[in-house]
């Protein structure tokens, strides 16, 4: 799967613009494919971009496009990337909008220091709503080509859990597609990438306005189609976790795969939990890892993952529940300030809380910011909370 993402993602080189679309059901190892293939564009000193569409903010136009050129503006600024990119474009954008460039800025705050002028005319977004997205989407375009005409390799954008993004999105990839594809009178490539879990669109969705027109206009387009894991890839992966040849951890193996259908993420989060109880442990006069099979294979547990997460999730303290349901309102993650206001407002603590899960494998800490590690965990703690505390 890995290397068709890449095929797609060469031939995009030459040929203009293309995308690929991985989609499964959650769990089944959508972004960590993408991410992999991120960690193959990042090493080739190609540019990744990489955005999430969040549950709660379905209704946000161009969310998680927004994320995705915000964190690369803070990079460019942070001197991590080549340093002369951020004057060029910098420039470029001033050269190709103008002060219409400041309308972004409200969506994108990093790009106001890239742009360093004076004048601040964000978009309010909430009035003459039709139009302002209209506006936003056309300079969210001009901002990528700025950026795709400063690289000789394809900009590629990543936008995850597209079943959550909204319409004005995904015409802006279209454009893109379009613009930066091989009828353009440009010099640029574009690869976009997409995550869309199986079967939660509806008719109206706008993935299929995109796929529809993109087959109309003959865009190349990929659809990679996960699938569960089968007994002997569970075993591969149970065996490469605990280090040990796939003949002895067969019999684990087995067990695992009955329990979680073949769910990649219901066999790492069974593991972790295994690991928690004791009934997988590292043996110290062995020198290895071993495990009470038939404890295992007895072990009553439910035979979905949001099940298994939320059973997790309520045998926690409360005052890390309590945390957890408070950070699920706000995202997937949540910056820890926003944290210490709502402890102030509160006056409750939740940082104690939440380093509780961090260290219980289910959020994860990335510089000063907390993220759930699986949407599928913020789900399960979100749907814990009665509407009436949401
Ligand atoms: N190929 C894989 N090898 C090992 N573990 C995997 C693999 N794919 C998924 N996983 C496990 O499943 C979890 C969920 O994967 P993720 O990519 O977040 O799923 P999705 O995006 O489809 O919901 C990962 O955190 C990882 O623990
Ligand atoms: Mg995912």
Redesign the pocket.
């Known amino acids: 799967e890995l290397s068709t993402i890449k095929d797609a993602y060469r031939r995009s080189a030459s040929d203009g613009s293309e995308f690929v679309i991985?989609s499964?059901?959650?769990?089944?190892?959508?972004?960590?494919?993408?991410?992999e293939f991120g960690k193959h564009v990042l090493a080739g000193g190609d540019i990744f971009l990489s955005g999430k569409f969040d549950q709660l903010q379905q209704g946000k136009p161009f969310s998680a496009l927004a994320i995705a050129l915000d964190v690369y503006c803070g990079i460019l600024l942070q001197g991590s990337g080549p340093s002369s990119k951020v004057a060029e474009i910098a420039s470029k954008l001033r050269s190709s909008l103008g002060n219409e460039a400041y309308h972004l800025t409200k969506l994108i705050p990093n790009l106001a220091s890239i742009l360093e002028g004076p004048e601040i005319l964000a978009i309010n977004l909430n009035e003459d709503c039709g139009n302002a997205q209209k506006r936003l989407q056309y300079l969210l375009c001009q901002l990528l080509q700025a950026i795709s005409s400063t690289f000789s390799a394809p900009v590629t954008l990543f936008l995850?859990?597209l079943q959550w993004a909204d319409q004005a999105s995904m015409e802006a990839v279209l454009q893109l597609l379009i613009n930066l594809g091989p009828s353009s009178q440009e010099d640029k490539c574009f690869f976009f990438l997409g995550?869309c879990?199986e079967g939660e669109l509806d008719e109206e969705h706008p993935l299929w306005k995109l796929l529809c027109n993109a087959d109309t206009l003959s865009i190349e387009f990929t659809n990679i189609k996960?699938d569960m894991?089968d007994e002997q890839?569970i075993n591969t992966?149970v065996s490469e976790t605990l280090c040990l040849s796939p003949r002895i951890t067969r019999s684990l193996s087995s067990i695992i795969n009955h329990k979680t259908n073949g769910?990649?993420?219901?066999?790492?989060?069974l593991m972790i939990s295994l690991g928690k109880e004791g009934l997988l442990r590292p043996s110290l006069c062995r020198r290895r890892w071993e495990w009470d099979k038939d404890k295992i294979e007895c072990r009553e547990m439910p035979d979905d993952v949001a099940m298994f997460l939320k059973k997790s999730i309520r045998e926690l303290p409360e005052a890390v529940q309590l945390s957890l349901c408070t950070m699920s309102c706000f995202g997937a993650s949540v910056d820890v300030t926003l944290i210490q206001t709502l402890e102030r407002a509160m006056r409750k603590t939740f940082t104690g809380g939440l380093d509780i899960a961090v260290a219980k494998g289910l959020l994860d800490k990335i510089g000063a910011q907390y993220r759930f590690?699986?949407?599928?965990i913020q789900e399960a703690t979100y749907n814990m909370m009665k509407d009436q505390y949401r």
């Open positions: 991985i499964a059901a959650s769990g089944y190892g959508k972004s960590l494919l993408a991410h995850d859990d995550c879990r996960l894991m890839t992966m769910s990649p993420l219901f066999v790492s989060r590690s699986h949407d599928r």
